[in-house]
């Protein structure tokens, strides 16, 4: 029998199980996390949250180095997988208080978008919601390395600078703007 493996406080559970769904995003079986970050072949889902405050600034959050995939890259103002059996609004909406401590009903999330995320390390299906607030935040202390609101234009600045540019960017982040620069007729393109 094989025992589950407990992580170090603060690092990402290689046992977590996803939904593994196909292309049309229907669930086919189930995924643990270690075998989804590795195997781009296995599909899974996610979620990511554009927070904006009063004056239309973006939140951007800063993954931890402790991250499995993607560490110390700004990614969503909350963003992480949908869990086994979850859907996508109660996602957004659990890490939402996770990451930012901010509570939310699925009700509050303005629906944005759905889109396949492909990259070297895994594929994902995410969904991206949107939300207002202005804070204060309580970024987690181990998933985050904290978080800073950037007018729409720097951040579409630093996204049309690509992956080596000044703002390192998650692809699901990068996945996520060009929705919302598609959505947002005043926004500036990359």
């Not at 560490?71 to 659990?94: K, L, M």
């Not at 540019?165 to 060009?178: E, H, Q, W, Y």
Request: aromatic fraction near 6%; charged fraction near 20%.
């Amino acid at each position: 029998m094989r025992q589950a493996h407990t992580p170090p406080p603060g690092q990402d559970n290689p046992d977590e199980l996803f939904d593994l769904v196909d292309r049309e995003d229907q669930v086919i079986g189930v995924v643990r996390r270690g075998e989804a970050h590795g195997h781009p072949a296995l599909i899974h889902r996610s979620v990511q949250v554009l927070v904006f405050n009063a004056k239309g600034e973006l939140l951007l959050q800063r993954r931890s180095q402790r991250k499995d995939l993607f560490p110390g890259y700004w990614c969503a103002s909350a963003s992480g997988h949908v869990d086994r059996g979850e859907d996508y609004a109660t996602a957004a909406a659990r890490e939402l208080h996770e990451e930012l401590g901010i509570a939310r009903a699925t009700s509050d999330l303005a629906w944005l978008g759905k889109t396949l995320v492909v990259s070297e390390p895994e594929t994902e299906i995410t969904t991206v919601f949107l939300a207002h607030a202005d804070g204060p935040f309580t970024f987690h202390p181990t998933e985050t390395a904290g978080g800073a609101f950037s007018p729409l234009a720097v951040i579409a600045a630093g996204r049309a600078e690509g992956p080596s540019g000044s703002l390192p960017m998650t692809p699901a982040l990068l996945a996520a703007l060009d929705l919302l620069l598609a959505h947002t007729p005043s926004a500036p393109t990359p």
